[in-house]
């Protein structure tokens, strides 16, 4: 799904690092909550040791990624991140995995 590749391109970059310049507006609630749900579905079956965090863990990853990406710019990377986000944004996707793990493991 769409915005599960999205969510595990925040956990697979987790060794990479930029903000993009968007000025993002709020996602659509239900946007919101599909990332989330499937972020949360998908951490638990591929990270198992991470489970527990899944919720808050996606949840600061969208509420990170609205502040960044246009929904437009969000729903345009779709199910490949490789090649359809530039560096910059892989490297804001790696930057906002690496915040959120800390926030929620801390």
Do not use: H, W
Request: charged share 10%.
């Amino acid at each position: 799904m769409r915005m599960q590749a999205i969510s595990f391109l925040s956990l697979s970059y987790l060794s990479l690092g930029v903000a993009s310049t968007a000025i993002a507006a709020p996602y659509p609630p239900e946007v919101v909550s599909r990332f989330t749900t499937e972020c949360a579905t998908a951490l638990k079956e591929q990270v198992p040791q991470m489970a527990n965090y899944g919720n808050a863990y996606c949840s600061c990853v969208i509420n990170e990624l609205q502040t960044s990406l246009s929904l437009d710019e969000f729903n345009a990377i779709g199910q490949n991140v490789q090649a359809n986000a530039s560096p910059e944004v892989r490297q804001m996707l790696t930057n906002t995995a690496q915040t959120c793990l800390q926030r929620v493991t801390q």
